[in-house]
């Protein structure tokens, strides 16, 4: 009775257009709106080099310092220039280029370098920090200039100084793309939407809410086997749905690192957690199905609102003010396994958040199990 419950259960799931659009169709559709708007973001984001900018300073004594500070400022891997510089005959000229790719404008004004832009970009930042940079090694060599040529480029030295006094540390072989994020929460919410059909078959197995529920209680087949087989069924059909979503979201381009049987692994345990809280949902009380159905949408978005599905930097701010929100929170724990897996190279992290769900797992089945146990009905 086992694999006859089990197998017809699989079929009816399959044919359930609801919870095939919930964990299939809405995460494909929303993973594509991610990647139109995110998916060359991060190139964008990155630090620039060889910036194109005009310059046109009259000050003669300006524009050799100027020249002299521009000589000094490049990229300390491969010697890459971060200014591209073109100087102009006029200020004219100079905006004009502005219109016509180049991205900034340096001229002098009294005796002061200043800087034109027509947008607010990372490029446009970038060339604002260099002016307020220059404006400081100007106020300091002007205050040591009493002090001797020693002191002036000494100081000029210190100011010009490429030291790094961080120690670099690998993180793996990756492109530590933030927008990657976006898509870890993706699959967590495509995980927790299996809540909904936990309520669903919970709700089917109880005679006083469905007539389905009646039928399946007149019957000699154990409450046991029927509860075991029929989310062993929804289970392994959602996981795949989830890895079919994770396929099409490889195929346009989404890097989730290398880790693929294990990523496959999160997800099967995530769906896991996320079928076993909507039958623990389903369980509890003798509330409506509307009802039932409701706490599992608010438990589900909740979950993966604060995990940062729909801001960013939600994860990170819950984190400090409220830690302990993450630490219990399935969506937090699907998406870090995920980014763990990116992005260390080893399994510290991923073990404990998969250790993590599989404990959420338990306590979710036995307290529907124990929630749900010896209902008797005064007629069915």
Request: charged letters at 15%; glycine letters at 8%.
């Amino acid at each position: 009775m086992f694999w006859h419950n089990f197998k017809y259960t699989f079929l009816v799931t399959l044919r359930s257009k609801d919870q095939i659009f919930w964990s299939l169709i809405f995460t494909v559709i929303l993973g594509t709106l991610f990647y139109a708007t995110f998916g060359n973001a991060y190139a964008f984001d990155e630090l620039q080099t060889n910036i194109p900018v005009a310059v046109y300073i009259e000050d003669e004594e300006l524009q050799k310092n100027f020249s002299n500070t521009i000589e000094n400022i490049s990229i300390v891997e491969d010697g890459e220039k971060l200014l591209n510089v073109t100087y102009t005959s006029s200020l004219e000229e100079a905006q004009d280029m502005l219109t016509d790719g180049v991205l900034g404008v340096l001229y002098s004004e009294d005796g002061k370098l200043k800087l034109m832009v027509n947008g607010d970009g990372i490029e446009e930042s970038i060339l604002s920090t260099i002016v307020a940079n220059y404006h400081q090694i100007v106020t300091v060599m002007t205050d040591v200039a009493d002090l001797g040529p020693d002191a002036q480029m000494a100081a000029m030295e210190k100011l010009l100084s490429e030291e790094v006094n961080n120690e670099e540390i690998s993180l793996g072989d990756v492109d530590m793309d933030v927008y990657s994020d976006y898509f870890f929460n993706l699959i967590a919410m495509s995980c927790l939407f299996a809540s909904f059909a936990g309520v669903s078959f919970t709700i089917k197995n109880q005679a006083n809410l469905s007539t389905i529920g009646a039928r399946k209680n007149v019957t000699n087949t154990g409450g046991l086997t029927q509860m075991v087989s029929g989310l062993a069924a929804i289970w392994i059909l959602l996981s795949i749905m989830s890895c079919i979503a994770l396929c099409y979201l490889l195929i346009i381009g989404v890097n989730f690192g290398d880790e693929i049987p294990r990523i496959i692994l999160t997800i099967f345990v995530g769906n896991l957690a996320g079928l076993t809280s909507g039958f623990f949902i389903g369980s509890f009380g003798k509330l409506s199905e509307g009802v039932k159905e409701s706490i599992a949408v608010a438990y589900s978005l909740i979950s993966c609102f604060l995990s940062g599905l729909m801001i960013l930097d939600m994860k990170m701010m819950v984190h400090l003010y409220c830690p302990i929100v993450n630490k219990i929170n399935p969506a937090a724990r699907l998406s870090d396994a995920l980014y763990a897996l990116k992005v260390y190279d080893n399994y510290d992290r991923f073990n404990e958040n998969i250790i993590v769900l599989l404990v959420m797992t338990v306590i979710f089945t036995f307290g529907g199990f124990l929630l749900g146990r010896r209902k008797q009905y005064a007629s069915i």
